[in-house]
């Protein structure tokens, strides 16, 4: 039986668990709403509530306890005079809870915690961002889709004109891209006159017998 023995323990030792509300509780005075698992943020609710209830007293005591779960002293300052005024006439209830379905990794279901008076701001986007385009409307202009509607259409070109023009547009460009051919140089022929050495060098040479002429002439000679 879990008799005085309340909380969820969200697999942590004590230590680690209040080191853990210390984190979420001075992101979420700084920036006034934060992303976490439900169970999180449903342990978390109650101490940032009685934390803005400590901070709408405004007194030097109440700084000092906010400041043992706190330990930044910007953020304790912009709870105790931006966040808690707001809240002067509220009985309290000043957090929601918002879920947004299970994460694809551990299927842990998350939620957002905020204030009720928070109010998402947007971006304005400058010209330079409103002007490029986005990754589709590039892949279609890549790929001969729709481009942009804002664009004007090309004027209409005859089909023997942009024959011609496209000629005339490539024949420079391929002569440019070949590159010459080089001719190989023939051998210089010997002269004659050395020939006719080499021819006569060889005649002069005797003819090497073969050892069965030479046999023969022994038995002759015999």
């Known amino acids: 039986m879990r008799h005085r023995n309340h909380g969820r323990k969200l697999g942590r030792t004590s230590a680690h668990r209040r080191a853990l509300f210390r984190n ?3 992101a979420l005075f700084a920036h006034e709403r934060i992303t976490t698992t439900l169970e999180k943020a449903k342990e978390l609710r109650p101490i940032a509530e009685r ?7 405004g007194s030097l005591p109440a700084r000092r306890k906010v400041l043992t779960m706190v330990f930044d002293k910007d953020v304790v300052h912009r709870l105790f005079e931006d966040i ?3 809240f002067s006439e ?18 842990a279901e998350l939620a957002i915690i905020e204030f009720v008076d928070y109010e998402l701001k947007v971006k304005d986007e400058g010209p330079e961002k409103q002007g490029k385009k986005s990754l589709k ?4 202009s890549m790929f001969g889709g729709g481009g942009d509607k804002g664009q004007a259409a090309p004027e209409p070109v ?12 490539e024949v ?26 080499e021819d006569a060098a060889a005649e002069a040479k005797p003819k ?15």
């Not at 509220?90 to 379905?101: A, E, F, N, V």
């Not at 409307?137 to 279609?140: I, P, V």
């Open 51 to 57: 934390m803005v209830t400590l901070a709408r007293t």
């Open 90 to 107: 509220r009985p309290g209830g000043y957090t929601r809870i918002l879920r947004l379905g299970r994460r694809r990794g551990d299927g």
């Open 172 to 197: 420079p460009a391929e002569a440019e891209a070949k590159p010459k051919k080089r001719t190989r140089t023939k051998k210089a022929e010997p002269p004659a006159e050395a020939a006719t050495a």
């Open 24 to 26: 979420q509780l001075t």
């Open 137 to 140: 409307d590039r892949a279609k």
């Open 158 to 169: 005859a089909a023997g004109e942009a024959v011609e023009e496209a000629a005339e547009a």
């Open 208 to 222: 090497r017998r073969t050892r069965k002429k030479k046999e023969e002439t022994e038995k002759d000679a015999e």
């Open 84 to 86: 808690a005024p707001r």
